[in-house]
């Protein structure tokens, strides 16, 4: 089914009709206090005007008025909520991946990306899944808000009207890294996606740094800085060969930070804790042994 507008339009024409409901609301019966105040004040008017206790007009009218108005909020809530929630049927599928503390976005073709890429003038259907706990994915510019579960899948659609970068957050609470889960959608051109999408730009990302776009793309920079500064997790820089206090089976040790040590810290987080630190990091067991590898020989190269 084909709807009738973009999540934009669907959400802001319910926003400003409920706006303009409000303010009129808002003008009518504060000038109507204002000024029975002024004039029914006792000292302009020190005795009743009228012993009526009943105005059937009156009633119908106050009663019918606010009728008519909530019913038409309903209205376009209601239409917006259904424009919300009806798949047009040309969109695109992407999948998308939340867990902690970063999005990983999936193409029908195998590709993946750290930032959501989409076409402009097309309609997008984003499957949402969560790997860990519960994350929400939220794009102000196209007013779409839906949380992803563990064990169930939500989606979203939206059409990006307009080349361009848009905030891409997460707002669900989901840990210490939670505000650091942060991306963009990069909307291009059809012919600019498409030349994306079929992967020429990857290959010169492959040779340029596999390491280090695996680390962007895998979420690892949320928690982990390249330039010596504390944020999640401990700072890449210098980490390579350097000595390091971990906790292992409850014990503290000193290990050194070699090849062996990297792949077990990416595989298998929560076997050796370095000291000061959370152990909240996730495991990375879906990295093939050769992209593990480029992602050490990158840390390597921040000695
Ligand atoms: Cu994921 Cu907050």
Same mark, same amino acid.
Not at 218 to 223: M, R, T
Not at 248 to 275: F, K, N
């Given at each position: 089914m084909q709807p009738l507008q973009t999540t934009t339009e669907a959400v802001d024409t319910a926003f400003y009709v409920i706006l303009g409901i409000d303010l009129v609301m808002l003008l009518g019966i504060m000038t109507a206090m204002i000024w029975f105040v002024w004039r029914y004040n006792r000292k302009r008017? =020190?005795?009743?005007?009228s012993q009526k206790d009943k105005n059937l007009w009156l009633e119908i009218t106050w009663t019918v008025i606010p009728t008519l108005l909530v019913m038409l909020m309903f209205w376009y809530g209601w239409e917006g909520y259904l424009s919300l929630r009806r798949i047009p049927d040309d969109a695109m599928h992407i999948k998308a991946s939340a867990r902690m503390w970063s999005w990983l976005f999936t193409y029908d073709n195998g590709k993946t990306a750290g930032k959501l890429y989409v076409p402009v003038g097309r309609p997008v259907k984003v499957e949402l899944h969560a790997e860990d706990v519960l994350h929400s994915f939220y794009v102000p510019a196209f007013r779409v808000k839906r949380d992803t579960v563990p064990g169930m899948t939500n989606w979203v659609w939206f059409e990006a009207e307009k080349p361009g970068s848009y905030d891409l957050f997460c $707002? &669900?609470?989901?840990?210490?890294?939670h505000s650091s889960m942060v991306t963009t959608v990069e909307a291009l051109s059809a012919a600019e996606f498409q030349a994306w999408l079929t992967g020429t730009e990857e290959a010169a990302d492959r040779t340029a740094d596999r390491g280090e776009e695996l680390a962007r793309q895998q979420g690892c920079l949320g928690c982990h800085s390249t330039d010596g500064s504390r944020k999640v997790g401990p700072s890449?820089?210098?980490?390579?060969?350097e000595t390091t206090t971990v906790t292992r089976d409850g014990q503290q040790v000193t290990v050194t930070a070699d090849a062996a040590y990297l792949a077990r810290s990416i595989r &298998? =987080? $929560? $076997?050796e804790v370095v000291v000061g630190y959370p152990p909240v990091m996730p495991p990375f067991?879906?990295?093939?042994e050769a992209d593990l590898q480029a992602l050490i020989g990158w840390l390597r190269s921040l000695q």
């Amino acid at each position: 089914m084909q709807p009738l507008q973009t999540t934009t339009e669907a959400v802001d024409t319910a926003f400003y009709v409920i706006l303009g409901i409000d303010l009129v609301m808002l003008l009518g019966i504060m000038t109507a206090m204002i000024w029975f105040v002024w004039r029914y004040n006792r000292k302009r008017q =020190p005795l009743p005007l009228s012993q009526k206790d009943k105005n059937l007009w009156l009633e119908i009218t106050w009663t019918v008025i606010p009728t008519l108005l909530v019913m038409l909020m309903f209205w376009y809530g209601w239409e917006g909520y259904l424009s919300l929630r009806r798949i047009p049927d040309d969109a695109m599928h992407i999948k998308a991946s939340a867990r902690m503390w970063s999005w990983l976005f999936t193409y029908d073709n195998g590709k993946t990306a750290g930032k959501l890429y989409v076409p402009v003038g097309r309609p997008v259907k984003v499957e949402l899944h969560a790997e860990d706990v519960l994350h929400s994915f939220y794009v102000p510019a196209f007013r779409v808000k839906r949380d992803t579960v563990p064990g169930m899948t939500n989606w979203v659609w939206f059409e990006a009207e307009k080349p361009g970068s848009y905030d891409l957050f997460c $707002a &669900e609470y989901c840990g210490v890294g939670h505000s650091s889960m942060v991306t963009t959608v990069e909307a291009l051109s059809a012919a600019e996606f498409q030349a994306w999408l079929t992967g020429t730009e990857e290959a010169a990302d492959r040779t340029a740094d596999r390491g280090e776009e695996l680390a962007r793309q895998q979420g690892c920079l949320g928690c982990h800085s390249t330039d010596g500064s504390r944020k999640v997790g401990p700072s890449f820089k210098g980490l390579f060969g350097e000595t390091t206090t971990v906790t292992r089976d409850g014990q503290q040790v000193t290990v050194t930070a070699d090849a062996a040590y990297l792949a077990r810290s990416i595989r &298998e =987080p $929560a $076997a050796e804790v370095v000291v000061g630190y959370p152990p909240v990091m996730p495991p990375f067991t879906g990295l093939s042994e050769a992209d593990l590898q480029a992602l050490i020989g990158w840390l390597r190269s921040l000695q």
